[in-house]
């Protein structure tokens, strides 16, 4: 079933290829969405795909990242069917 998560990481995640890993980790899924830096040094992605890719995603998200993340916090949504692809958003 195709869901949306929008998720704000907060922690050290700034400055260490977080964003660029998350491109990488959508694109080998085939995930659309969205990642990008915000104020106060947490990053925000959004992301659309089948629930258990989406799952999947975040456990390789958290098995790079988990000595910089402080927090997750994950909002799970309908899909919005308006991501075509993943990119980085400055």
Same mark, same amino acid.
């Given at each position: 079933? +195709?869901? +949306? &998560?929008?998720?704000?990481?907060?922690?050290?995640? +700034?400055?260490?290829?977080?964003?660029?890993?998350?491109?990488? &980790?959508?694109?080998? %899924?085939? &995930?659309?969405?969205?990642?990008?830096? !915000?104020?106060?040094?947490? !990053? $925000? %992605?959004?992301? $659309?795909?089948?629930?258990?890719?989406?799952? #999947?995603? %975040?456990?390789?998200? #958290?098995? $790079? *990242?988990?000595?910089?993340?402080?927090?997750? #916090?994950?909002?799970? %949504? $309908?899909?919005?069917?308006? *991501?075509? #692809? *993943? &990119?980085?958003?400055?």
């Amino acid at each position: 079933m +195709q869901k +949306q &998560i929008h998720v704000l990481y907060s922690g050290a995640v +700034q400055g260490v290829g977080f964003r660029f890993t998350c491109v990488s &980790i959508s694109h080998q %899924l085939k &995930i659309a969405g969205w990642v990008r830096n !915000v104020p106060g040094g947490g !990053v $925000e %992605l959004a992301a $659309e795909a089948d629930e258990e890719v989406l799952k #999947d995603m %975040l456990a390789r998200i #958290d098995n $790079e *990242f988990s000595r910089y993340i402080g927090k997750a #916090d994950i909002q799970w %949504l $309908e899909p919005s069917g308006k *991501f075509k #692809d *993943f &990119i980085v958003k400055f």
